[in-house]
T-cell receptor, first 113, second 114 residues
Framework: QQQVKQSPQSLIVQKGGISIINCAYENTAFDYFPWYQQFPGKGPALLIAIRPDVSEKKEGRFTISFNKSAKQFSLHIMDSQPGDSATYFCAASKGSGYSTLTFGKGTMLLVSP | NAGVTQTPKFQVLKTGQSMTLQCAQDMNHEYMSWYRQDPGMGLRLIHYSVGAGITDQGEVPNGYNVSRSTTEDFPLRLLSAAPSQTSVYFC?????????????FGQGTRLTVV
């Protein structure tokens, strides 16, 4: 059972456009939702994260939108740049303290010049 | 500050061979994990540890062993490699704060089993 579903699998966006990646989760115990960015040959790195007490979080050009009732969250990349070309993973974890991360299958983003 | 260091970066094994993937972190994080990454499958948790002497299984533990004798090191052992274990392996260490939990990943080990 896939607990975090991510779409699309791949995405091509023109430079300056908006990239949108969506995730849906099933376990209502999840209460922490990070996004990780991975460049080829590198390990994933935390990009931005949100907890369900807010509906949106923005850091620079990156925004997470969170819909608790629909159990969905999404990553928006404004003014997408070629340097944003990478694989993006959404994830979720539950409970206070340490909890393992459950990842989506990833979205490969290509921003064309 | 090195962060999370994985060795080796690349490895080719024959079916049935054993090997240990090394992982070390210098951030004094209590929590460490091993993931495998396969095309179209995302990152799947193999084993994790919440402190020295404490380990537990993740989603795909079969064929792998771990131990945690120190805070810094968390090696992953393949006892008898199989082609299905061909993958990219990532080690991560994590800290927990009141608001956020961040996992720091190593650069990965690309393993091919022939």
């Amino acid at each position: 059972q896939q607990q975090v579903k991510q779409s699309p699998q791949s995405l091509i966006v023109q430079k300056g456009g908006i990239s949108i990646i969506n995730c849906a989760y099933e376990n209502t115990a999840f209460d922490y939702f990070p996004w990780y960015q991975q460049f080829p040959g590198k390990g994933p790195a935390l990009l931005i994260a949100i907890r369900p007490d807010v509906s949106e979080k923005k850091e620079g050009r990156f925004t997470i939108s969170f819909n608790k009732s629909a159990k969905q969250f999404s990553l928006h990349i404004m003014d997408s740049q070629p340097g944003d070309s990478a694989t993006y993973f959404c994830a979720a974890s539950k409970g206070s303290g340490y909890s393992t991360l459950t990842f989506g299958k990833g979205t490969m983003l290509l921003v064309s010049p | 500050n090195a962060g999370v260091t994985q060795t080796p970066k690349f490895q080719v094994l024959k079916t049935g061979q054993s090997m240990t993937l090394q992982c070390a972190q210098d951030m004094n994080h209590e929590y460490m994990s091993w993931y495998r990454q396969d095309p179209g499958m995302g990152l799947r948790l193999i084993h994790y540890s919440v402190g020295a002497g404490i380990t537990d299984q993740g989603e795909v533990p079969n064929g792998y062993n771990v131990s945690r004798s120190t805070t810094e090191d968390f090696p992953l052992r393949l006892l008898s490699a199989a082609p299905s274990q061909t993958s990219v392996y990532f080690c991560a260490s994590s800290y927990v704060r009141a608001v956020t939990t961040e996992a720091f990943f190593g650069q990965g080990t690309r393993l091919t089993v022939v």
